[in-house]
């Protein structure tokens, strides 16, 4: 059984940097494209960040030149570098793994991003 878990949420102020990393233990052979999503209070879930197998990313606009995606198959790990933080990127960030052609979501880790 394939389980993400992820971790580096927190409060941080306005300009702030954090890093979510996740994790993905179990079962599998391989691990495709590997991503993160945000949701805020009453909003959809969207796309931040994803890095393919081939490691070509794709960024959400509002998070260009701030966050970077990256990932370690040796560890079965991805990782989000985020800077320059905003109040609007508060929310709750979900890793999002294909693994094995079927896609994973962890729990999620809260970010909060104080003015």
């Known amino acids: 059984q394939v389980q993400l878990v992820e971790s580096g949420g927190g409060l941080v102020q306005a300009g702030g940097s954090l890093r979510l990393s996740c994790a993905a233990s179990?079962?599998?052979?391989?691990?495709?494209?590997m991503g993160w999503y945000r949701q805020a209070p009453g909003k959809l879930r969207d796309l931040v960040a994803n890095?393919?197998?081939?490691?070509?990313?794709t960024y959400l606009d509002s998070v260009k030149g701030r966050f970077t995606i990256s990932r370690d198959n040796a560890k079965n790990m991805v990782y989000l570098q985020m800077n320059s933080l905003k109040p609007e990127d508060t929310a709750d960030y979900y890793c999002?793994?294909?693994?094995?052609?079927?896609?994973?979501w962890g729990r999620g880790t809260q970010v909060t991003v104080s003015s």
């Open positions: 179990g079962s599998f052979f391989t691990i495709n494209t």
């Open positions: 890095i393919r197998s081939d490691y070509s990313t």
């Open positions: 999002n793994v294909v693994i094995d052609g079927r896609m994973y």
